[in-house]
């Protein structure tokens, strides 16, 4: 079946400016992740929702961050005023509870 | 705070050998712990899954055990071949309150298997 798909896969945006990157988790899956990797350095956690519970916010590294998801469907991870700090691969996962994570490949974000 | 070590940082093999990656971590009340492989440019594909109660996994060349009182976990991967050249990754996940679970990665061992 389909897997977790990510959408743009390339994104080069000026300083300054909104972006807006898109999840769509594999159907059924309750739980949906977003993590950070930065060019030769491990995942960073940003934010976790879990069904209809209040996310997990605790990764995200400013309120120039935020995220949203309806239901158990598609999720949104917003930056605003982008620095050329947030250039990344901002990767997503989606897993039933407690089962294993499947990830999308991922938005390269570049901030020129 | 948990915390997450992978070592080696980098490993180099011939093909055909069999080599062990380890993974270590700081809090042992885990929920389960998770290996991954990621290729270059890609994201990442779940290799094994163990949950806390577990001891080790197994998926045909690969078999992934868990010590949870030591906090430590192994990948042996068996007869190696070029196509497992990709960075491996560990993470675990913790119960944390309420139902929010999130993983805390490694930051991995680049493998790679020599023709």
């Known amino acids: 079946g389909a897997g977790v798909s990510q959408s743009p896969s390339n994104k080069v945006t000026e300083k300054g400016k909104d972006v807006e990157l898109r999840c769509d988790p594999i159907?059924?899956?309750?739980?949906l992740y977003w993590y950070r990797q930065r060019l030769g350095q491990g995942l960073e956690f940003l934010i976790y929702?879990?069904?209809?519970?209040?996310?997990?916010k605790s990764g995200l590294p400013s309120d120039r961050f935020s995220a949203e998801r309806t239901g158990e469907s598609v999720s949104t991870l917003t930056i605003q005023r982008t620095q050329q700090e947030d250039s990344a691969v901002y990767l997503c996962?989606?897993?039933?509870?407690?089962?294993?994570?499947?990830f999308g490949n991922g938005t390269r974000l570049t901030v020129t | 705070k948990q915390e997450v070590t992978q070592i080696p940082a980098a490993l180099s093999v011939p093909e055909g050998e069999n080599l062990v990656l380890n993974c270590s971590f700081t809090?042992?009340?885990?929920?389960?712990l998770q290996w991954f492989r990621q290729d270059p440019g890609k994201g990442l594909t779940s290799l094994l899954l163990?949950?806390?109660?577990?001891r080790e996994q197994t998926s045909g060349r690969l078999n992934a055990s868990l010590d949870k009182s030591s906090g430590r976990s192994t990948l042996y991967i068996a007869a190696s071949q070029p196509g497992d050249s990709a960075t491996y990754l560990c993470?675990?996940?913790?119960?944390?309150?309420?139902?929010?679970?999130?993983?805390?990665f490694g930051s991995g061992t680049q493998l790679t298997v020599l023709p």
């Open positions: 929702f879990q069904g209809n519970s209040a996310p997990d």
């Open positions: 993470a675990v996940s913790l119960i944390s309150s309420g139902s929010a679970r999130q993983l805390t």
């Open positions: 163990i949950q806390s109660s577990q």
């Open positions: 809090d042992s009340a885990i929920y389960n």
């Open positions: 159907s059924g899956h309750t739980a």
């Open positions: 996962a989606s897993s039933s509870t407690g089962a294993a994570l499947h």
